[in-house]
Protein backbone atom coordinates (compact mmCIF):
# COMPACT_ATOMS: atom_id res chain seq x y z
CA UNK A 1 0.00 0.00 0.00
CA UNK A 2 1.24 3.81 -0.58
CA UNK A 3 1.88 5.19 2.15
CA UNK A 4 2.62 9.16 2.87
CA UNK A 5 3.96 10.69 6.70
CA UNK A 6 3.08 14.31 6.30
CA UNK A 7 4.54 17.45 8.71
CA UNK A 8 7.66 14.74 10.34
CA UNK A 9 10.52 16.68 11.25
CA UNK A 10 14.24 15.63 10.09
CA UNK A 11 14.66 14.47 13.46
CA UNK A 12 12.30 11.75 13.08
CA UNK A 13 12.09 10.60 9.86
CA UNK A 14 14.29 7.35 10.75
CA UNK A 15 11.34 6.63 13.12
CA UNK A 16 9.11 6.57 9.94
CA UNK A 17 12.05 4.61 7.58
CA UNK A 18 12.62 1.99 10.03
CA UNK A 19 8.90 0.27 9.89
CA UNK A 20 8.01 1.68 6.40
CA UNK A 21 11.02 1.95 4.26
CA UNK A 22 9.20 2.60 1.18
CA UNK A 23 6.74 5.53 2.55
CA UNK A 24 6.78 8.66 1.35
CA UNK A 25 7.67 11.64 3.96
CA UNK A 26 7.09 15.02 3.38
CA UNK A 27 8.05 17.85 6.10
CA UNK A 28 6.26 21.27 6.93
CA UNK A 29 2.86 22.28 6.54
CA UNK A 30 1.53 21.93 3.28
CA UNK A 31 -1.42 24.08 1.84
CA UNK A 32 -4.47 22.05 0.76
CA UNK A 33 -3.85 21.94 -2.52
CA UNK A 34 -0.25 20.75 -2.01
CA UNK A 35 -1.50 17.82 -0.16
CA UNK A 36 -4.07 16.56 -3.22
CA UNK A 37 -1.16 16.83 -5.44
CA UNK A 38 1.38 14.93 -3.75
CA UNK A 39 -0.83 12.72 -2.36
CA UNK A 40 -2.79 11.23 -5.49
CA UNK A 41 -1.31 8.18 -5.15
CA UNK A 42 -1.47 8.04 -1.21
CA UNK A 43 -3.88 5.03 0.43
CA UNK A 44 -2.65 5.72 3.86
CA UNK A 45 -2.35 9.26 5.30
CA UNK A 46 -0.21 9.66 8.15
CA UNK A 47 -0.16 13.53 9.36
CA UNK A 48 -0.25 15.93 12.56
CA UNK A 49 -2.41 18.85 13.57
CA UNK A 50 -1.47 21.62 11.09
CA UNK A 51 -2.19 19.59 7.98
CA UNK A 52 -5.86 20.60 7.38
CA UNK A 53 -7.46 17.68 5.79
CA UNK A 54 -10.60 19.10 4.98
CA UNK A 55 -13.85 17.79 2.13
CA UNK A 56 -11.53 18.82 -0.55
CA UNK A 57 -9.06 16.91 0.39
CA UNK A 58 -10.56 14.28 1.33
CA UNK A 59 -13.11 13.98 -1.79
CA UNK A 60 -9.78 14.89 -4.10
CA UNK A 61 -7.56 11.83 -2.95
CA UNK A 62 -9.34 8.83 -5.04
CA UNK A 63 -7.26 6.05 -3.30
CA UNK A 64 -7.23 6.99 0.79
CA UNK A 65 -8.65 3.89 2.98
CA UNK A 66 -6.84 5.34 6.46
CA UNK A 67 -5.72 8.55 8.18
CA UNK A 68 -3.62 8.45 10.59
CA UNK A 69 -3.11 11.71 13.10
CA UNK A 70 -0.14 11.37 15.47
CA UNK A 71 -2.24 13.59 18.24
CA UNK A 72 -4.94 13.70 20.73
CA UNK A 73 -7.22 16.19 18.53
CA UNK A 74 -8.39 15.31 15.39
CA UNK A 75 -10.61 18.54 14.27
CA UNK A 76 -8.27 19.34 11.45
CA UNK A 77 -9.54 15.81 9.25
CA UNK A 78 -13.33 16.67 8.48
CA UNK A 79 -14.87 13.57 9.96
CA UNK A 80 -18.28 13.84 7.98
CA UNK A 81 -16.52 14.04 4.73
CA UNK A 82 -14.27 11.44 5.79
CA UNK A 83 -17.30 9.21 7.42
CA UNK A 84 -19.17 9.79 3.69
CA UNK A 85 -15.77 8.35 1.95
CA UNK A 86 -15.87 5.01 4.29
CA UNK A 87 -12.40 6.38 5.29
CA UNK A 88 -11.05 4.85 8.59
CA UNK A 89 -9.86 7.71 10.88
CA UNK A 90 -7.80 6.88 14.59
CA UNK A 91 -5.92 9.12 16.59
CA UNK A 92 -3.29 8.98 19.44
CA UNK A 93 -5.05 9.43 22.52
CA UNK A 94 -2.60 9.12 24.80
CA UNK A 95 1.47 10.07 24.11
CA UNK A 96 2.29 11.15 27.16
CA UNK A 97 0.87 12.96 29.70
CA UNK A 98 3.86 13.23 32.39
CA UNK A 99 5.08 15.52 29.45
CA UNK A 100 2.69 17.76 29.65
CA UNK A 101 2.85 17.85 33.16
CA UNK A 102 6.31 19.12 33.57
CA UNK A 103 6.15 21.77 31.20
CA UNK A 104 3.85 22.79 34.03
CA UNK A 105 6.39 23.23 36.23
CA UNK A 106 8.81 24.40 33.84
CA UNK A 107 6.81 27.24 33.32
CA UNK A 108 5.62 27.85 36.83
CA UNK A 109 8.97 27.84 38.04
CA UNK A 110 10.51 30.09 35.45
CA UNK A 111 7.72 32.52 36.14
CA UNK A 112 7.54 32.53 39.99
CA UNK A 113 11.70 31.98 40.40
CA UNK A 114 12.05 34.67 37.73
CA UNK A 115 14.56 32.56 35.66
CA UNK A 116 14.66 34.67 32.15
CA UNK A 117 14.60 37.54 34.27
CA UNK A 118 17.89 36.31 36.20
CA UNK A 119 19.54 34.93 33.07
CA UNK A 120 18.99 38.12 31.10
CA UNK A 121 20.66 40.18 34.07
CA UNK A 122 23.39 37.39 33.65
CA UNK A 123 23.64 37.29 30.19
CA UNK A 124 22.81 40.01 28.91
CA UNK A 125 23.94 42.36 31.34
CA UNK A 126 26.55 40.65 32.82
CA UNK A 127 25.34 41.39 36.45
CA UNK A 128 26.11 38.75 38.97
CA UNK A 129 23.45 40.49 41.39
CA UNK A 130 20.54 38.27 42.79
CA UNK A 131 18.82 41.66 44.11
CA UNK A 132 15.35 42.58 43.13
CA UNK A 133 14.62 39.06 41.87
CA UNK A 134 12.79 37.49 45.06
CA UNK A 135 10.53 34.51 44.30
CA UNK A 136 7.51 32.75 45.32
CA UNK A 137 8.39 28.97 47.28
CA UNK A 138 5.80 25.94 46.14
CA UNK A 139 6.06 24.09 49.32
CA UNK A 140 3.03 24.60 51.51
CA UNK A 141 0.86 26.65 48.91
CA UNK A 142 -2.77 25.81 47.58
CA UNK A 143 -2.41 24.80 44.16
CA UNK A 144 -5.89 24.44 42.63
CA UNK A 145 -6.72 22.13 39.88
CA UNK A 146 -9.64 22.61 36.92
CA UNK A 147 -9.83 19.45 35.22
CA UNK A 148 -8.47 15.99 36.49
CA UNK A 149 -7.86 13.92 33.17
CA UNK A 150 -4.78 12.39 32.62
CA UNK A 151 -2.90 15.98 33.25
CA UNK A 152 -4.55 17.39 35.55
CA UNK A 153 -3.95 13.96 37.84
CA UNK A 154 0.05 13.85 36.80
CA UNK A 155 -0.13 17.88 37.89
CA UNK A 156 -1.70 16.92 40.77
CA UNK A 157 0.99 13.83 42.03
CA UNK A 158 3.41 16.04 40.98
CA UNK A 159 2.63 18.93 42.88
CA UNK A 160 1.73 17.43 45.91
CA UNK A 161 4.58 14.54 46.36
CA UNK A 162 7.46 16.27 44.82
CA UNK A 163 6.64 19.96 45.75
CA UNK A 164 4.70 19.46 49.12
CA UNK A 165 1.62 21.52 48.02
CA UNK A 166 -1.55 21.02 49.09
CA UNK A 167 -3.34 20.38 46.04
CA UNK A 168 -7.61 21.37 45.49
CA UNK A 169 -9.18 20.39 42.11
CA UNK A 170 -12.47 20.40 40.51
CA UNK A 171 -13.99 18.08 37.74
CA UNK A 172 -17.21 17.88 36.73
CA UNK A 173 -16.44 14.23 36.93
CA UNK A 174 -15.29 13.41 40.33
CA UNK A 175 -13.14 10.35 41.09
CA UNK A 176 -12.32 9.92 44.82
CA UNK A 177 -10.63 7.01 44.37
CA UNK A 178 -8.36 9.18 41.24
CA UNK A 179 -7.90 11.32 44.14
CA UNK A 180 -6.75 9.15 46.96
CA UNK A 181 -4.26 8.04 44.39
CA UNK A 182 -2.79 11.29 43.00
CA UNK A 183 -3.29 12.84 46.52
CA UNK A 184 -5.48 15.80 45.68
CA UNK A 185 -8.95 16.81 47.43
CA UNK A 186 -11.91 17.72 45.38
CA UNK A 187 -13.79 21.10 46.20
CA UNK A 188 -16.56 23.16 44.41
CA UNK A 189 -15.21 25.11 41.36
CA UNK A 190 -15.77 28.43 43.52
CA UNK A 191 -13.23 27.22 45.95
CA UNK A 192 -11.16 26.68 43.99
CA UNK A 193 -11.06 30.70 42.76
CA UNK A 194 -11.09 31.40 46.21
CA UNK A 195 -8.50 28.92 48.03
CA UNK A 196 -5.89 28.48 45.58
CA UNK A 197 -2.66 30.35 45.38
CA UNK A 198 -1.82 29.09 41.89
CA UNK A 199 -4.31 27.93 39.57
CA UNK A 200 -3.56 25.32 36.76
CA UNK A 201 -6.32 24.84 33.59
CA UNK A 202 -7.06 21.19 32.62
CA UNK A 203 -9.95 21.45 31.16
CA UNK A 204 -10.99 20.74 27.48
CA UNK A 205 -12.34 23.59 25.24
CA UNK A 206 -16.24 22.87 25.34
CA UNK A 207 -18.70 25.91 24.79
CA UNK A 208 -19.18 25.82 29.04
CA UNK A 209 -15.36 26.33 29.23
CA UNK A 210 -15.31 28.86 26.96
CA UNK A 211 -13.79 31.88 28.74
CA UNK A 212 -14.42 30.67 32.15
CA UNK A 213 -11.25 32.28 33.42
CA UNK A 214 -13.14 36.01 33.24
CA UNK A 215 -13.47 39.48 35.52
CA UNK A 216 -16.17 37.09 37.39
CA UNK A 217 -14.17 34.41 39.06
CA UNK A 218 -10.82 36.72 38.72
CA UNK A 219 -12.72 38.90 41.24
CA UNK A 220 -12.98 35.68 43.56
CA UNK A 221 -9.34 35.12 43.59
CA UNK A 222 -6.56 35.80 46.47
CA UNK A 223 -4.70 38.71 45.56
CA UNK A 224 -1.02 37.55 44.18
CA UNK A 225 -2.29 34.55 42.35
CA UNK A 226 -0.57 33.00 39.40
CA UNK A 227 -2.68 31.25 36.53
CA UNK A 228 -1.02 28.68 34.52
CA UNK A 229 -2.15 27.63 31.02
CA UNK A 230 -1.47 25.11 29.15
CA UNK A 231 -5.21 23.54 27.78
CA UNK A 232 -6.47 25.73 25.21
CA UNK A 233 -6.09 29.61 24.99
CA UNK A 234 -10.06 30.26 24.62
CA UNK A 235 -10.73 28.98 28.49
CA UNK A 236 -8.74 32.25 29.51
CA UNK A 237 -10.80 35.76 28.06
CA UNK A 238 -7.49 37.31 27.85
CA UNK A 239 -8.30 40.95 27.93
CA UNK A 240 -9.74 40.38 31.59
CA UNK A 241 -6.24 38.79 32.19
CA UNK A 242 -4.84 41.52 31.19
CA UNK A 243 -6.92 43.40 33.51
CA UNK A 244 -6.04 41.38 36.40
CA UNK A 245 -2.16 41.12 35.45
CA UNK A 246 -2.33 45.14 35.71
CA UNK A 247 -4.43 45.51 38.35
CA UNK A 248 -1.73 43.02 40.31
CA UNK A 249 -4.36 41.07 41.53
CA UNK A 250 -2.62 38.20 39.13
CA UNK A 251 0.71 38.21 39.73
CA UNK A 252 2.15 35.83 37.34
CA UNK A 253 0.56 34.21 34.20
CA UNK A 254 2.34 31.09 32.83
CA UNK A 255 0.81 30.23 29.26
CA UNK A 256 1.74 27.45 26.86
CA UNK A 257 -1.55 28.34 24.74
CA UNK A 258 -3.14 31.50 23.56
CA UNK A 259 -6.43 33.17 22.46
CA UNK A 260 -4.50 34.09 19.25
CA UNK A 261 -1.99 31.35 18.52
CA UNK A 262 -2.31 32.57 14.82
CA UNK A 263 -1.47 35.65 15.07
CA UNK A 264 0.87 36.70 17.75
CA UNK A 265 0.77 40.11 17.50
CA UNK A 266 -2.95 39.84 18.45
CA UNK A 267 -1.45 39.09 21.68
CA UNK A 268 0.42 41.90 21.88
CA UNK A 269 -0.48 43.32 26.02
CA UNK A 270 0.66 40.21 27.28
CA UNK A 271 3.70 40.07 25.06
CA UNK A 272 4.82 43.05 26.92
CA UNK A 273 4.15 41.70 30.51
CA UNK A 274 7.64 40.94 32.49
CA UNK A 275 5.30 38.48 34.33
CA UNK A 276 4.07 36.56 31.79
CA UNK A 277 6.02 33.61 30.50
CA UNK A 278 4.48 32.49 27.43
CA UNK A 279 6.13 29.20 25.63
CA UNK A 280 4.53 28.13 22.06
CA UNK A 281 2.11 25.96 22.48
CA UNK A 282 5.52 23.47 22.95
CA UNK A 283 4.10 21.32 26.36
CA UNK A 284 3.74 17.97 24.36
CA UNK A 285 6.70 18.21 22.22
CA UNK A 286 9.68 16.04 24.19
CA UNK A 287 11.32 12.72 23.84
CA UNK A 288 9.09 10.97 25.71
CA UNK A 289 6.00 11.88 23.90
CA UNK A 290 7.26 12.07 20.25
CA UNK A 291 8.39 8.53 20.45
CA UNK A 292 5.17 7.56 21.64
CA UNK A 293 3.18 9.66 19.13
CA UNK A 294 5.07 7.54 16.38
CA UNK A 295 4.87 4.22 17.88
CA UNK A 296 1.66 4.05 18.42
CA UNK A 297 0.41 5.94 14.81
CA UNK A 298 2.83 3.29 13.31
CA UNK A 299 1.33 0.74 15.34
CA UNK A 300 -2.31 1.39 13.68
CA UNK A 301 -0.91 1.55 10.41
CA UNK A 302 0.81 -1.82 10.70
CA UNK A 303 -2.14 -3.47 12.63
CA UNK A 304 -4.36 -2.03 9.55
CA UNK A 305 -2.58 -3.38 6.99
CA UNK A 306 -2.70 -7.01 8.39
CA UNK A 307 -6.83 -6.74 8.71
CA UNK A 308 -6.31 -6.46 12.47
CA UNK A 309 -8.64 -4.61 15.08
CA UNK A 310 -7.85 -0.63 15.44
CA UNK A 311 -7.60 0.11 18.94
CA UNK A 312 -7.13 4.10 18.69
CA UNK A 313 -10.13 4.34 15.89
CA UNK A 314 -11.90 7.47 16.18
CA UNK A 315 -14.66 6.37 13.41
CA UNK A 316 -14.92 3.98 10.49
CA UNK A 317 -16.17 0.67 9.79
P1 LIG B 1 -8.70 14.63 29.52
O1 LIG B 1 -9.84 14.45 28.58
O2 LIG B 1 -7.97 13.42 29.99
O3 LIG B 1 -9.19 15.43 30.80
C1 LIG B 1 -10.00 16.55 30.76
C2 LIG B 1 -10.72 16.64 32.11
O4 LIG B 1 -11.44 17.87 32.13
C3 LIG B 1 -11.74 15.51 32.33
O5 LIG B 1 -11.52 14.91 33.60
C4 LIG B 1 -13.07 16.22 32.28
O6 LIG B 1 -14.06 15.65 33.13
C5 LIG B 1 -12.68 17.61 32.76
N1 LIG B 1 -13.66 18.64 32.44
C6 LIG B 1 -14.59 18.65 31.47
N2 LIG B 1 -15.34 19.76 31.56
C7 LIG B 1 -14.87 20.45 32.63
C8 LIG B 1 -15.24 21.67 33.25
N3 LIG B 1 -16.27 22.39 32.80
N4 LIG B 1 -14.54 22.07 34.33
C9 LIG B 1 -13.51 21.34 34.80
N5 LIG B 1 -13.12 20.17 34.27
C10 LIG B 1 -13.79 19.75 33.18
O7 LIG B 1 -7.71 15.66 28.80
P2 LIG B 1 -6.16 15.85 29.04
O8 LIG B 1 -5.42 14.93 28.16
O9 LIG B 1 -5.89 15.88 30.49
O10 LIG B 1 -5.97 17.30 28.39
C11 LIG B 1 -6.48 18.46 29.04
C12 LIG B 1 -6.31 19.66 28.14
O11 LIG B 1 -4.94 19.85 27.79
C13 LIG B 1 -7.05 19.58 26.80
O12 LIG B 1 -7.71 20.79 26.60
C14 LIG B 1 -6.00 19.49 25.77
O13 LIG B 1 -6.39 20.15 24.60
C15 LIG B 1 -4.85 20.20 26.43
N6 LIG B 1 -3.56 19.72 25.90
C16 LIG B 1 -2.57 20.64 25.71
C17 LIG B 1 -1.33 20.23 25.24
C18 LIG B 1 -0.21 21.21 25.03
O14 LIG B 1 0.78 20.88 24.37
N7 LIG B 1 -0.28 22.42 25.59
C19 LIG B 1 -1.11 18.88 24.95
C20 LIG B 1 -2.13 17.96 25.18
C21 LIG B 1 -3.36 18.40 25.66
Redesign the pocket.
Known amino acids: MKITFLEVEDEDKNKVQKVFSKAKILSGVLPEDEIIEKCQDTEILCVFIYSQISQKVIKSLPKLKLIVTRS??YDHIDLKAAKEKGLIICNVP?YG?HV?AE?VFALLLSGIRRISEGEERVEKEHKFEFQGLRGIALKGKTLGI???????RNVARMASLGFLMDVVA????PDEDLARENHFEYVK?DEIWQKSDIISL?????P??HH?VSNKVIDKMKKGVVIIN???GG?VKTPDLVKGLKSEKIAYAVL??LEHEKNINDNKELLEMSNVIITP?????ADDSMNRMYEEALSSIERFLKDEKLVHQVIGV
Open positions: VGDSIHIGTGKIGYDPFQHCPLLETLTSRVDVHVAFY
